[in-house]
T-cell receptor, first 113, second 110 residues
């Protein structure tokens, strides 16, 4: 597609369930980033990949959060045993270089009841 | 001290006004600086990069002050369509992801 595509756009789940959020970056973009954005806040870095290699996962809040990009294209962010505090907008972004302009997707809004 | 700080606003200005935002950063070794614009319920989009010598794009001017560790964004002749949240973003050190500020909300009023 022309832009970064994220799915699902909206996810409502019950506390304790696992969720998987998907990101399809712009074709050919080397770098893929996951950010989380709370209302009224800026995007907060979670993790990023160059190709299939996870370069930095220092922003993942705890070990319930993980991400992968096995073939260097589509990425999945997985949250296990969700908690209410995980509710937020999860944004994926891609870039043609590791320090280039970030192109964001529309985000996946997660609500944990 | 937070890595990247912005005044959250809101800045409420009349059409045609000039408005300026600052953003401070904590790491003196920071290398790359950007302003992103985010409309309500939308994703952030790059507005402009900030170069050491300063740069201008139409009504928008961005400047970097390394000595005082801040970047600025100046908007001249404000339009209603400029109403948005402006996020500054900084690479805190080489080859690291962008760190964003919380954003400054601008409302341009007719």
């Amino acid at each position: 597609g022309a832009g970064v595509s994220q799915s699902p756009r909206y996810k409502v789940t019950k506390r304790g369930q696992d969720v998987a959020l998907r990101c399809d970056p712009i074709s050919g973009h080397v770098s893929l980033y996951w950010y989380r954005q709370a209302l009224g806040q800026g995007p907060e870095f979670l993790t990023y990949f160059n190709y299939e290699a996870q370069q930095d996962k220092s922003g993942l809040p705890n070990d319930r959060f993980s991400a992968e990009r096995p073939e260097g294209s589509i990425s999945t962010l997985t949250i296990q045993r969700t908690e209410q505090r995980d509710s937020a907008m999860y944004r994926c972004a891609s870039s043609s270089t590791s320090l280039g302009e970030l192109f964001f997707g529309e985000g996946s809004r997660l609500t944990v009841l | 001290r937070k890595e990247v700080e912005q005044d959250p606003g809101p800045f409420n200005v009349p059409e045609g006004a000039t408005v300026a935002f600052n953003c401070t950063y904590s790491n003196s070794a920071s290398q790359s600086f950007f302003w992103y614009r985010q409309d309500c319920r939308k994703e952030p989009k790059l507005l402009m990069s900030v170069y050491s010598s300063g740069n201008e794009d139409g009504r928008f001017t961005a400047q970097l002050n390394r000595a005082s560790q801040y970047i600025s964004l100046l908007i001249r002749d404000s339009k209603l369509s400029d109403s948005a949240t402006y996020l500054c973003a900084v690479n805190m050190r080489g080859n690291t992801p962008l760190v964003f500020g919380k954003g400054t909300r601008l409302s341009v009023i007719a």
